[in-house]
């Protein structure tokens, strides 16, 4: 088993160059390109397929090792996470403001919980789109200094808090003041022209998102827990790479891949998200570019099973009630497998008792998780997987509190866990 401390800061660390989907693909592209990986283009014909190799589709990336003499019907043991995270972006016409300053209008993205998003010293990142003049360039964008705020209420002006509890309008209240003065149309491209080193004529368009500038640590009395923004989900997205680079190096005996989906928080209806065709695409051109027929495509999905890892609800000290009193999770009790009698989670006896069984090979331990049966219980991409493709799938995490916080918690020995049990559920 990998060095938990070890393994807990390397996901700091990319969980902190990875404040967009896009720097998460990024990032995970870096770290495969290390260990031999080579990029595929998805619009060139894929005739000889590299033993280890990956796309990218926007803000979703797959990455997969291929035995060189695999079956093509051989199904793949597959790892599922996604890049996206609940945060506030910015709009086409963002320049706004009143009262004597100026402010970026934004949306929110997902389930935010808006309140942790206040009185925090906000960059910026994303992609832009420009033309200087040989076509549209795609070029991302990192603002790693606090450029914006969004402000409580003093209150001095609220007194109604205490009894009713804080308020927030998502149109009326979110938007991040940027500077002293008056609105002044323009403002933000000229802040993005800077960062991207182009004339603000040649942008076009852009995908901007705020993310909180404190950086990820570990933190308690024992430093045995990990502070973070966006836990959910790139902690899962990390050791998932993590796990198919180890993986890859021990020469799999069938096909094993990491599929990093963007869209999951806003219900993953996109050409990169879980609902969407990226995933069997990829299959079916693995299978056809070894010989492989539509018969033998059908085949490889039956014979596949994903482990869906997206983050669990860790019993929360303060509000234990909202929980279900004979399945608690907690911090460091090692990978949670989630389960739901109406199929919120894919979660099937057959999954997880093979999930079960490779925490048990890899020596880690697990938990079990089920929401109370008077509360709805939230989803992941795991049923999308398994209704899309009609792959075995369960559903897994690592324990959190804070879930859509601005800044999140988790254990620090969790990740570590988790990720010798994935090793084990690709290899084993």
Same mark, same amino acid.
């Given at each position: 088993?990998?060095?938990?401390?070890? @393994?807990?800061?390397?996901?700091?660390?990319?969980?902190?160059?990875?404040?967009?989907?896009? !720097?998460?693909?990024?990032?995970?592209?870096?770290?495969?390109?290390?260990?031999?990986?080579?990029?595929?283009?998805?619009?060139?014909?894929?005739?000889?397929?590299?033993?280890?190799?990956?796309?990218?589709? =926007?803000?979703?990336?797959?990455?997969?090792?291929?035995?060189?003499?695999?079956?093509?019907?051989?199904?793949?043991?597959?790892?599922?996470? #996604?890049?996206?995270?609940?945060?506030?972006? @910015?709009?086409?016409?963002?320049?706004?403001?009143?009262?004597?300053?100026?402010?970026?209008? @934004?949306?929110?993205?997902?389930?935010?919980?808006?309140?942790?998003?206040?009185?925090?010293?906000?960059?910026?990142?994303?992609?832009?789109?420009?033309?200087?003049?040989?076509?549209?360039?795609?070029?991302?964008?990192? %603002?790693?200094?606090?450029?914006?705020?969004?402000?409580?209420?003093?209150?001095?002006?609220?007194?109604?808090?205490?009894?009713?509890?804080?308020?927030?309008?998502?149109?009326?209240?979110?938007?991040?003041?940027?500077?002293?003065?008056?609105?002044?149309?323009?403002?933000?491209?000229?802040?993005? *022209?800077?960062?991207?080193?182009?004339?603000?004529?040649?942008?076009?368009?852009? +995908? *901007?998102?705020?993310?909180?500038?404190?950086?990820?640590?570990?933190?308690?009395?024992?430093?045995?827990?990990?502070?973070?923004?966006?836990?959910?989900?790139?902690?899962?997205?990390?050791?998932?790479?993590?796990?198919?680079?180890?993986?890859?190096?021990?020469?799999? /005996?069938?096909?094993?891949?990491?599929?990093?989906?963007? #869209?999951?928080?806003?219900?993953?209806?996109?050409?990169?998200?879980?609902?969407?065709?990226?995933?069997? +695409? @990829?299959?079916?051109?693995?299978?056809?570019?070894?010989?492989?027929? /539509?018969?033998?495509?059908?085949?490889?999905?039956? *014979?596949?099973?994903?482990?869906?890892? +997206?983050?669990? #609800?860790? %019993? !929360?000290?303060?509000?234990?009630?909202?929980?279900?009193?004979? !399945? !608690? %999770?907690?911090?460091?009790?090692?990978?949670?497998?989630?389960?739901?009698?109406?199929?919120?989670?894919?979660?099937?006896?057959?999954?997880?008792?093979?999930?079960?069984?490779?925490?048990?090979?890899? =020596?880690?331990?697990?938990?079990?998780?089920?929401?109370?049966?008077?509360?709805?219980?939230?989803?992941?991409?795991?049923?999308?997987?398994?209704?899309?493709?009609?792959?075995?799938? %369960?559903?897994?995490?690592?324990?959190?509190?804070?879930?859509?916080?601005?800044?999140?918690?988790?254990?620090?020995?969790?990740?570590?866990?988790?990720?010798?049990?994935?090793?084990?559920?690709?290899?084993?």
């Amino acid at each position: 088993m990998s060095d938990l401390r070890a @393994v807990a800061l390397g996901l700091a660390d990319f969980i902190d160059a990875s404040p967009s989907p896009y !720097h998460a693909c990024a990032a995970a592209a870096a770290r495969l390109e290390a260990s031999g990986f080579c990029r595929l283009d998805e619009r060139a014909a894929w005739d000889a397929i590299p033993e280890r190799a990956y796309l990218q589709r =926007g803000g979703s990336l797959m990455a997969w090792a291929l035995p060189a003499d695999a079956d093509p019907a051989e199904g793949f043991r597959l790892v599922g996470a #996604h890049t996206d995270s609940p945060n506030l972006r @910015v709009k086409p016409r963002p320049d706004t403001g009143g009262a004597g300053f100026r402010q970026v209008g @934004v949306e929110v993205y997902g389930g935010v919980l808006l309140n942790s998003w206040l009185d925090r010293d906000l960059g910026l990142s994303g992609r832009a789109w420009i033309d200087e003049g040989n076509g549209l360039e795609e070029r991302l964008f990192l %603002v790693q200094r606090p450029v914006m705020r969004v402000p409580q209420l003093a209150i001095h002006l609220d007194r109604a808090i205490s009894q009713e509890g804080l308020k927030l309008d998502r149109q009326q209240h979110m938007a991040p003041i940027t500077a002293v003065g008056e609105r002044r149309e323009g403002a933000f491209r000229e802040l993005l *022209a800077a960062e991207i080193d182009c004339d603000v004529a040649a942008i076009k368009s852009w +995908d *901007a998102m705020l993310h909180d500038l404190t950086p990820s640590r570990l933190i308690g009395v024992d430093e045995d827990m990990l502070a973070a923004p966006r836990l959910d989900n790139l902690c899962s997205a990390y050791l998932g790479l993590e796990a198919v680079i180890a993986a890859a190096e021990t020469g799999p /005996r069938r096909g094993v891949a990491v599929t990093l989906f963007d #869209h999951e928080e806003v219900g993953s209806g996109s050409r990169g998200g879980a609902d969407g065709p990226i995933l069997g +695409d @990829v299959l079916e051109r693995l299978v056809l570019a070894r010989g492989g027929s /539509r018969e033998d495509f059908l085949r490889c999905l039956s *014979a596949s099973l994903c482990i869906s890892a +997206d983050m669990a #609800h860790a %019993v !929360h000290p303060n509000y234990r009630e909202r929980h279900e009193p004979d !399945h !608690h %999770v907690h911090l460091g009790a090692g990978p949670v497998i989630k389960i739901n009698a109406n199929q919120r989670y894919a979660t099937e006896a057959e999954t997880e008792g093979f999930f079960q069984a490779a925490c048990e090979r890899a =020596g880690v331990p697990y938990q079990k998780w089920v929401m109370r049966t008077d509360m709805a219980c939230g989803s992941t991409i795991g049923p999308l997987t398994a209704s899309q493709h009609g792959i075995r799938t %369960v559903d897994v995490g690592c324990a959190q509190l804070s879930m859509h916080s601005a800044r999140e918690l988790c254990s620090r020995d969790d990740p570590g866990f988790m990720l010798a049990a994935l090793v084990e559920s690709l290899v084993g």
